[in-house]
């Protein structure tokens, strides 16, 4: 198809709650503050529009000024289109390298679309992937030719994966106890070992690190809200053993060399009647409401909440695996947080403490980091996984003057007391929507990925959109009504004599981005000066930074603009600040997930996700990456290298 800016997709929106968003609460969005007072965010962004500073890296409301400076990324920019095709800048290779039904595990059979079965499928590489970690071998090492990928599988899609299906609620309506075994091994993640030789990367056969994660994997649950009684179901009296994750969407990886993944659209999976269960009020705050996407309770009981009331509560976790131990069970870490986790970024801060950062990405939800109570140790290991189960969880209150407050979730502390429901920190932690409510923090438009940047130790929050904000409740922070487009915050953590504080109560923040066509003015985008035509992007998602400190953003849902979803980069200082650039483009139907440099920035693994999601498995709209007839489209990982080798971007 060619480009027509006019084009829209019948954009599917199976994996994000599109009814009312579940955050009721009475915390205001700012725009009090906003409306009474003149901000120092807004002075400084209205003098910016109107004077010549933006070569030192100031927003433009508007792409027309002259292209006086540059950016340090040197590729030549793909243009915007919409086909069925993978994109990449002029002078880089796209490879192809893991896709749906791939083996992963030795005895894994051949992919065969017509003769599907959850046995296979929990061998093979599962459905939509999407965060990547590229984890170097020898583990501990800085290897950028041999490690081992990382992939969650976030969900599924039933009318693409089988035959028969007009749409995904028809699919949902024909699911059979055999299509859902399928889906439920689908789910989770892929550990593989791959290798670079020459201009490529391989995957190493019957690698011994190679496994697969799915809903039957056994996990358990550890920190203060494991054990529990709110975390106990018949088949598990402990509380502490649980089968699989769900809906691992983002991600990131420990300086002692494991992987945080992140479960996030949780509430899709249980069915039954929440509201008849002593969890209702719980459930309801997470948008549980017996209206599953995928109606697995009618064949496995715990999908059911009437029939296993507590079950639920032991997803929206986020995740440890260690992939260099196969057999070491991967842990639901609680201290944490249970919401819709996007991600999970850790740092290791100047006063050897870990803090690790979170977005709930749900429309007016929260921005969350936990800081642990002991330091970090290069000696001891794995054991400092220990870190993740003693601490305290944060959420984020931003004010219009540039100041941001994070506000403890400690049971005892303010109100979250028994008089509110809080009898101890599990209660707390399990319900930290509810907790965090009664804190007042800022609902923001949908937090996905939050990223540190390596070079600069500033922190990065994505928006991706929230076309829920009324007018009224626009406030500094989400500064658009209706805000179809979405935007990039930038927070500063307190440093002194060249120490970040990342544990800090007390960092500042500034807008880096706002999203959309700065050609348009009533969409009022937010652009470094030098923007081109095919710069500007709607709806960024996940972010990577290469080793030089530059910003890879990934998109989910331009195509709901006319465009293709992919890649965008830009310096984060000087000259090309918040200049995006455009590096690479999906396949019709797709978004871009997991963007992940190897240690040297000269191979960048991307998540292509859901191609063909527009279509069905007998029509589809594409057949990437395979263009077989009888194979389906097939969620990919796929290898870029600049051609000749070379950091990508330069
Ligand atoms: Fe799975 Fe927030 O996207
Ligand atoms: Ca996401
Ligand atoms: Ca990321
Ligand atoms: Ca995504």
């Keep these: 198809m060619t480009y027509d800016p006019h084009y829209r997709l019948p954009r599917v929106l199976k994996n994000e709650d599109d009814s009312n968003p579940s955050n009721t609460a009475p915390n205001a969005t700012f725009s009090e503050i906003a409306a009474t007072r003149f901000s120092r965010r807004a002075a400084l962004t209205g003098l910016l529009a109107t004077t010549a500073l933006t070569a030192a890296g100031g927003l433009v409301p508007t792409r027309a000024r002259a292209a006086t400076a540059e950016s340090s990324l040197t590729f030549t920019e793909i243009p915007h289109a919409m086909d069925d095709k993978l994109h990449v800048a ?23 679309p017509a003769q599907q079965s959850a046995e296979a499928q929990a061998r093979q590489f599962g459905y939509n992937c999407d965060f990547i970690a590229f984890m170097p071998l020898p583990a501990g090492s800085n290897a950028s030719d041999h490690g081992l990928l990382f992939v969650n599988h976030e969900y599924t899609n039933p009318h693409v994966m089988f035959p028969g299906f007009a749409d995904d609620k028809a699919a949902a309506e024909g699911t059979t106890a055999e299509t859902a075994a399928i889906e439920l091994a689908a789910h989770g993640a892929s550990i593989v070992e791959i290798k670079r030789e020459g201009d490529g990367w391989m995957v190493v056969d019957g690698g011994q690190f190679n496994r697969r994660l799915s809903l039957n994997t056994e996990m358990e649950l550890s920190g203060p809200a494991a054990g529990h009684d709110r975390l106990k179901t018949s088949a598990d009296s402990t509380g502490r053993n649980v089968l699989g994750m769900i809906n691992n969407c983002g991600g990131g990886s420990t300086p002692w060399g494991t992987v945080l993944t992140a479960e996030e659209n949780f509430h899709q999976y249980f069915g039954g009647d929440p509201a008849g269960t002593a969890e209702a009020a719980n459930y309801k705050r997470y948008g549980i409401k017996g209206e599953p996407s995928y109606p697995w309770g009618k064949f496995v009981d715990r999908f059911d909440v009437t029939k296993e009331p507590n079950e639920a509560n032991r997803f929206g976790w986020v995740v440890e695996v260690n992939p260099y131990d196969p057999a070491q069970k991967p842990v639901k870490r609680t201290a944490l947080g249970r919401f819709k986790h996007e991600a999970a970024t850790s740092v290791i801060n100047a006063d050897g403490r870990l803090v690790v950062y979170s977005g709930d990405d749900e429309r007016f939800e929260y921005v969350y980091k936990f800081v642990s109570n002991g330091t970090f140790d290069p000696a001891k290991g ?8 003693d601490g305290t969880l944060y959420v984020a209150k931003f004010a219009a003057d540039g100041n941001v407050q994070w506000l403890p979730l400690v049971h005892g502390e303010g109100p979250l007391t028994e008089a509110n429901g809080f009898k101890s920190q599990a209660d707390v932690l399990i319900e930290t929507r509810r907790a965090a409510d009664l804190l007042e923090p800022t609902k923001m438009d949908r937090p996905e990925d939050v990223e540190t940047d390596p070079v600069s130790g500033k922190v990065y929050v994505v928006l991706t959109k929230n076309d829920k904000r009324k007018a009224e409740q626009v406030d500094a922070m989400n500064a658009r009504p209706e805000n179809k487009w979405g935007h990039i915050i930038e927070l500063t953590p307190p440093s002194k004599d060249g120490k970040i504080d990342h544990a800090a109560a007390a960092f500042t923040w500034d807008m880096f981005l706002q999203a959309g066509n700065p050609a348009d003015a009533a969409q009022q985008a937010k652009y470094g000066a030098t923007v081109s035509d095919s710069g500007w992007f709607a709806n960024p998602d996940n972010l990577a930074f290469d080793p030089k400190g530059r910003m890879w953003i990934a998109t989910d849902g331009f195509p709901d603009h006319g465009v293709h979803d992919g890649v965008w980069a830009t310096d984060t200082a000087g000259a090309g600040r918040a200049a995006t650039k455009h590096f690479l483009g999906c396949p019709q139907g797709a978004e871009l997930c997991g963007p992940a440099f190897t240690p040297d920035g000269k191979t960048f693994f991307v998540a292509v996700q859901h191609p063909g999601e527009d279509g069905n498995y007998d029509q589809p709209t594409t057949r990437w990456p395979d263009f077989a007839d009888n194979m389906p489209p097939r969620p990919s990982v796929v290898a870029i290298m600049k051609k000749g080798g070379g950091e990508i971007g330069a």
């Design 382 to 389: 794995f054991e400092n996984a220990a870190l993740l189960d």
């Design 90 to 112: 002029e002078g880089y290779s796209a490879q192809v390298l893991l896709r749906w039904g791939d083996k992963v595990a030795a005895d894994a059979p051949e992919f065969d």
